[in-house]
């Protein structure tokens, strides 16, 4: 998980060759350069964290719709933040939200076709529980919030460093690397601005 601790920019061919234990040139030779091994790891890391995240709001919604119940906006958040802030998943939320902000500061070839091909399918997703779970929210209010949501997620998450902001602001009472308060607070932040009546 080099590219989440440290960023692709400031990870190595000769340190990836070394973790993995593999010659340099065989880097190389399966993928040409480290923008394309790069690229080959976002394609993996996109499609397996969102095949999972579909399987499980579908199977979460199935049991609300069995029960004939509006589905709960916390639990929905919540299967939404898993892949970035569950247990167990701090370096892989990094390498995540890494991803998206690269995405967005500097878009490349590859990023529509990424978005549309593994992204946009959950997403739709997403904002259709959404709208179930909050009613009295104007449709085109939901998709404004599912927009600052994943901004806002991020922005936070990419910032896990010993030295992180909030804990330079706070003098170390709010701290990043806390995975369980920032999992609270961040749902916590994200029901009350999702479920904030539309004016």
């Known amino acids: 998980m080099l590219f989440a601790e440290k960023g692709p920019e400031k990870t190595s061919l000769r340190e990836l060759s070394a973790i993995a234990s593999v010659n340099l040139s065989a880097v190389g030779y399966h993928f040409g350069s480290k923008k394309k091994l790069e690229e080959a790891v976002y394609e993996r890391v996109s499609a397996r964290i969102n095949k999972e995240r579909i399987a499980e709001l579908a199977d979460y919604m199935a049991i609300v719709q069995r029960k004939n119940q509006r589905p709960e906006l916390e639990t929905i958040l919540q299967i939404f933040l898993n892949p970035y802030v569950g247990p167990g998943n701090e370096q892989q ?92 607070t961040l749902l916590r932040f994200l029901t009350g601005a999702m479920s904030s009546p539309s004016t």
Not at 158 to 167: A, G, L, Q, V, Y
């Open 93 to 184: 939320g990094v390498l995540l939200a890494r991803m998206m902000m690269r995405d967005r500061l500097a878009p490349s070839a590859s990023t529509q076709r990424r978005l549309s091909k593994h992204f946009d399918p959950w997403a739709t997703r997403f904002i259709a529980a959404l709208m179930l779970a909050c009613p009295d929210v104007d449709k085109a209010e939901i998709y404004w919030r599912y927009t600052y949501m994943t901004s806002a997620i991020s922005m936070i998450v990419t910032d896990r460093s010993k030295n992180n902001r909030i804990s330079r602001l706070s003098g170390g009472v709010a701290d990043a690397t806390n995975n369980v308060e920032l999992r609270r």
